[in-house]
Structures are given as C-alpha cells and as structure tokens.
C-alpha cells in the first residue's frame, strides 16, 4: 500500500480514536480563529498531496514532490504579511496556501489543482512546471534546483533599502518589507547555500541593511542521506551578523510565535535571521521515492507516527479551539473538496506544441518612461575634465566607462555591482570614478562569490532597480552559471512571463592576453552562454561599438526585461593600433549618447565581393589586418563584425554576404562546441556558397610566450583565406 494512504488511514483512525501523540499544551498568542484557519491550510496541503499521487497513478499529474510534515509552514506564513516576498521550498504548499487565505480573490486550491495537472490554464506556470508560486501572493515561482533560490533572496531584500533612496519607477516591494527564503536542511550544506547566508551575515556586518528571513525546514534527511542531529544549530546558531531562532514544527502555537518574533526582528533591526523549523517528511522524498529501500519499516512508521497534523489536533482541542470531531470533519471535508475539484481541473486544456510551449521564454515588453538622455548639467558635474578628453579618439575600455556613466545618469535604477568594481575600479579600470560619481550603494564592491553576484542581480531586478553585474573574468561565470540558466533564464519560462530578470551582465573575457593568467583570464569558450534559452550574448570589437552596444543592452533589458550579457575582449580594452605601431588606428571617438547598435545589427568594412570574413572581437581586428594583405594578393574580402552572438543575426548576416562568392568564419572560440559551428550551419542551410572556418584548437591557454599558440593568428586568416578563395567553387 502506498504509504500516502497508510498514514491517511492512521490519521483517520487515531483522531477517531483519540489515540494522539504526547507535547506540550498550547502557549503563546495565537488566537483561536487564527489557529483553527492555519489548520484548515495544513488539511488542505495534506489532502493535495494525496490527491496528487492519485493523479499521477491515473495519468493526470505528472510530478509529484510533496508538502505532507512540513505543514508547519502554513503557521509561518500567518507570521509574515503578504507584502513580504516569499522565496519558497519546494515543500511549502502550506505556506501559499496560508497566504492566499490572506489576499481576497483568491481560488487556491483550484489554481494548484491546475498547476498539478499541468494545465495550460495554471495560473503561474501556464503548465510548464509543477511549481509554487503566485504573483498576486508575490511568491516567484521556483524550480528544484536545490538552494538556487537562496542569492537573489540576498539582492531582493537589498534591493529594499536601496529603493527607498531611489524610487525605481517599477519598484514591487514596501519600505518595510522583508524578504523570506525557505530551504531545506539538506540544502543548507550546497555551497550555493552557504554562499548565500554567509553573504547576508557578511553584509549585516558592515551595518548595511539586509532584511531577509531565512528558513531552514529541517526534516533530518535529504532523499535518503541523513542530516547529524544538531548539525543544523552547529552550523548556524552562532554565525556573525546572523540572529537564529528555533522551533518545533509539529507545535502550530510555538511555531507561529517564533515565526513571528523572528519575522519582527527582520522587519525591525533590519538584519538576518535564521528560522530554524523542525519538521518530519511524510511518504518519502517524491513519488516515485520508496523510503523501506533506505530506512527501516520500523523508523519510517515512527516518523508517521509523529504526524505533526496529530500534534496540532491535540492542540486546538486542548485550547478550546477546535475539538477532535470537528478538526477530523475539516480532514475530511477538505479531501473530498479536493476528490471532487480534482476531475474538472483534470479536463482543461494542456500544452501541445512547442509554439506553446515556447511562448513564455521572450517576455514581453513593457512600457517604461521615456528617456530622453542625461541632461547637460548633470553630464558636466559627473564627467568633469572627461568631458575634454571626449574630444579626442579613446581606448575602449575609457569609452565603455563614459557609456556607464551617461547610462548611470540617465536611469536611476541602475545599479553596478562585482569584486572590486567601486574603490579600484575593476581589475582593468572599466568602472574607474564610477563610485564616486554615483556612489558606493550604486556601485557595489560584493565578497569574492560569483553566485552571490548573479544572485544580488537578480534578486534586485525583482524590485524594480536594473543590475548590471560584472564577472571579473570569463572563467569565473562558470563557478555560478546556474545562476543565470537555472534562475534568471527561466523565471519568465515557469512564471508564464509574470516575473522577469531584466539586467545586463558584464563579463570581461576572451583570449590574446599576453603573458598573464593562463585560461583562468584567458577563456575563451562562452558555449554554456550560447546554450542558455532567451539569453542575449553581446560582444563588441572596438570602444565605440562597444558604447553603442552597451546602450542597447540597457534598452532591451529596460524595456523589454531582457537578460542580457555583454562579453568585453579583455586583450582589446587597451588595444590602440590596427597594422602598424603607433597608427592609433583602433582608437575610437565616444558616439552621441543617443547612438546604438541594435539587436541584429552586423557592422560590414570593405565591399569586396572575392571573400567575406565572418568574426567578431579580436577576430575581428585580426581580420581587418588579413584584409589589407589579401588585397595585396588580389583577393578582394569584406570583413564582418557580428556583434550579436545569440541570437545570432541571421538575417543581417545572411545579406552581408548574398553578393560574395566564399565566407571565411573567423571564430577564437573551440572547433568542438564554438561559434563556429552554428555560422557553418546557417551557411550551409541557406548559401551554397563554399564556406570554410578558421577556430582555435580544443585546448585550454597557456601563459607566457605561448598564450596565442592554440587560436587563429592574423598569418592564419590570410592562409585560410587564400586556400578559400583558390577552391573550387
């Protein structure tokens, strides 16, 4: 028998019976009504969890991971106002339950019933995922991706002080409000985690506000790995900067007075707290789990033993609230509801076509205040003697910092946040002045924690500010890729586009740096970028496009709540000359502020018809030196910079090269998963053009005299080149 319905019938018979487990009595300030409401929240938790597994047997439901000994949480969210963005467990059905009970118009059981159901008609998902989550309850949905949620809790409840200053136009979140992240306790030991609380208590430390309640629901097992008694209270009672609070989740009085002591403590002292909530894990770790494979029938009746909904009978019974034929009448009335609500949500209609199912990856645009750029007042005052200096052609990264600063000046809500970002400017100057122009609470120099940073970003974005996260390096993204594929590109996807990461991510990378770092600062591989559906990849080649580029990339983050990276070729930062020592040639003078490059756009030098070169960054300045040696030989070539790298600007690209007879691919990137690969295949499918590529080897980069060796040289291009254009057509 399953063990769902094991403990359903015990619980039926003990509570008839009288048979409840032994506890304190009821304490605390809970009042009566309260108390019997948050019961009726935990009935109704438990009896989807049975229905749900009766689905999935029935062809109905297709993913079941239940709420069933957590219920605890439902008391939790009594404890928090709605106004409070909730970052929720997976096991936290209680908890939306409970807080739909506290924002009129809600049809929550009715809703998860469809969600369960993956119908195309649930309200978050829009039947892509069985997630918890809800806009009106200012619950973003999460996926399991075990304790991804826990970083941009981090920028959430930052981002709440922040916005108090500023007043971003699609500000979400009160002055007053809290941010509330729960986990599990095996979640507690992912180093996603632990980077998260520790940069919650690093941040408190410094006085600097940060109101988010941590809580960790502590089942004592993570699938079928125990959790050491005590472990939990070990690892975070005594953390600096952290305030711990414990309570027992199968007592529904304790729980919603600790809950609410931490809670206040939040919302008061602005600073961390950690909840520490006890509870048990009823019928296994998901539905296709059997726990007697990995534990002892004798402890797994224990634990069903110790239900907490027997606790909570005894309690409410106890204090006069509700006496064991009426709490036993909610049961089951509450699952014959659901019995009965569950065969019309069954019938609605589901996801056919990938159309449908791809329909949410893009969001949609919004509409924002016009900008009609910074005023000349305000450019003077922050740029001062740059302001001459823009007269004159300039290095890029001189000229990405100018477009930071007009951007920074123009829209209040954007916010700059990495290692060494404010007091040093970055690693090669790219935010050099910017702190103190705008301030060390828009410009933030974080705790050495890529997850953390990506996490500050997101977080923030959900409450109306516009991060612009910086990656000092392009190996480093990938200590916390996760954050953006598993996280920030997937929210509009399982939030059917109600929720949304509009930032831009700043990652200084690429190869062709000579003698520093070997491939941990010359990496040049972004195909875990490329592979992130929705995602937009930026990559320019010189200081003007890469201003013009930058300001299009806010854009299609402001108004179309993109996220977007802008991929910067360090070995070009300081690039000054083209073919000759000392020409300047590579130099570039700061375009208008109101100049961009848009999505799509590729930039085509030279108009001859004998060969095009495809390539982008230090391709693209290679290129343009093969160009004039090709010349020289008589093979006329047009060199095109592709600016885009995903999408890709196929219909741009394709037009480039309709009057040419071959195209060279220039790609710095891997022949085994590169960029290369995709520009071959749109070639391929659309030309019939002799098309060939140029690309680095499958190795990582050495430092030293050999730091170009494994990718494509200027003398390469022009012999790939010139092997191109003497092949047959």
């Given amino acids: 028998m399953d063990r769902a319905q094991i403990v359903h019938e015990n619980f ?99 809703d998860m019933l469809l969600s369960f159901s993956c119908s195309r008609e649930d309200p978050i998902s829009g039947g892509r995922h069985k ?36 007043r971003p136009a699609e500000r979400t979140l009160a002055d007053d409000a809290i941010v509330l992240c729960s986990f599990g306790d095996a979640s507690a030991n992912h180093s996603t ?70 809670a206040e403590f939040v919302r008061t002292r602005r600073r961390p707290a950690f909840l520490h909530l006890g509870t048990i894990r009823l019928y296994g770790h998901a539905g296709a789990d059997v726990p007697t494979t990995y534990m002892s029938k004798a402890d797994v009746e224990a ?24 709490a036993l009448r909610i049961y089951e009335d509450t699952l014959a509801r659901v019995e009965h609500v569950r065969a019309e ?50 290095i890029m990264s001189r000229l990405i910092n100018w477009a930071l600063t007009d951007l920074m000046l123009e829209h209040r809500e954007i916010t700059l946040m990495g290692e060494d970002v404010c007091a040093k400017g970055g690693v090669y100057g790219v935010t050099q002045k910017l702190g103190k122009r705008f301030g060390r609470a828009r410009v933030i120099d974080t705790l050495l924690d890529e997850q953390s940073i990506l996490g500050l970003g997101l977080g923030m974005a959900q409450n109306g500010m516009l991060p612009i996260p910086e990656i000092q390096f392009l190996a480093y993204y990938h200590n916390a890729e996760d954050q953006i594929r598993g996280e920030g590109a997937t929210l509009p996807f399982f939030s059917n586009g109600q929720y949304t990461n509009p930032m831009v991510v700043r990652i200084a990378g690429l190869g062709y740096q000579k003698g520093f770092g070997g491939h941990f600062h010359n990496d040049n591989s972004f195909a875990a970028l490329r592979d992130v559906p929705g995602l937009i990849l930026a990559c320019p080649s010189n200081g003007a496009d890469a201003a013009r580029m930058l300001r299009e990339c806010v854009r299609l983050a402001r108004e179309e709540q993109r996220l977007v990276v802008f991929l910067e070729p360090i070995a070009l930062y300081n690039m000054r000359d083209l073919h000759e020592a000392g020409d300047g040639e590579w130099l570039r003078a700061y375009p208008d502020p109101g100049e961009r490059i848009a999505l799509g756009e590729v930039t085509t030098a030279g108009d001859g018809t004998d060969l095009a070169i495809v390539s982008y960054a230090n391709g693209f300045h290679m290129a343009l030196q093969a160009q004039r040696q090709l010349e020289a030989d008589g093979i006329g070539a047009r060199v095109i910079d592709l600016h885009w790298l995903n999408p890709l600007p196929e219909d741009a690209l394709l037009d480039a090269v309709r009057d040419c007879e071959r195209v060279l691919i220039v790609d710095e990137t891997r022949r085994t998963g590169g960029l290369a690969e995709s520009l071959m295949t749109l070639l391929a499918e659309n030309t019939r053009k002799p098309i060939a590529r140029y690309v680095a080897e499958d190795s990582f980069i050495a430092t030293g005299p050999a730091y170009a060796a494994t990718m494509p040289s200027v003398e390469g291009i022009v012999q790939a080149a010139r092997n191109l254009a003497e092949s047959r057509p």
């Fill in 12 to 110: 039926l018979r003990r509570v008839a019976a009288g048979d409840l487990p032994a506890g304190p009595p009821p304490s605390g300030h809970l009042d009566r009504q309260h108390a019997v409401q948050i019961f009726r929240s935990a009935c109704l938790s438990r009896s989807l969890d049975i229905v749900s597994r009766k689905m999935q047997a029935a062809g109905e439901g297709f993913y079941t991971i239940g709420s069933s000994g957590h219920e605890a949480m439902a008391a939790v969210a009594a404890a928090v106002s709605p106004g409070d963005m909730a970052f929720l467990h997976y096991r936290d059905a209680a908890f939306q339950i409970e807080r739909a009970n506290q924002v009129p118009g809600q049809s929550i059981l009715w």
């Fill in 131 to 166: 997630v918890l989550g809800s806009r009106a309850l200012n619950i973003p949905p999460q996926t399991s991706t075990i304790a991804s949620h826990l970083p941009k809790a981090v920028g959430a409840a930052y981002s709440i002080g922040l916005a108090k200053r500023i």
């Fill in 193 to 262: 985690a632990q980077g998260a609380v520790n940069t919650s208590c690093w941040t408190a430390y410094q006085k600097v506000p940060m109101p988010v309640l941590w809580v960790c629901e502590d089942n004592g097992i993570g699938i079928s790995t125990r959790t050491p008694g005590g472990w939990i209270e070990a690892s975070f009672a005594h953390r600096p900067g952290l305030e711990y609070f414990a309570c027992n989740g199968r007592d529904l009085f304790e729980t919603y007075r600790v809950a609410h002591e931490a």
């Fill in 303 to 326: 634990e069903e033993a110790d239900d907490p909904l027997l606790h909570w009978i005894r309690m409410l019974d106890g204090s006069g609230a509700l006496d064991r034929a009426d």
């Fill in 345 to 394: 949500a069954c019938s609605r209609p589901r996801l056919a076509t990938a159309e449908d199912v791809m329909a949410s990856l893009i969001p949609a645009k919004r509409t924002v205040a016009a900008a009609d750029g910074p005023a000349q007042e305000r450019r003077a005052e922050a740029f001062g003697s740059d302001l001459k200096a823009m007269e004159q052609p300039q």
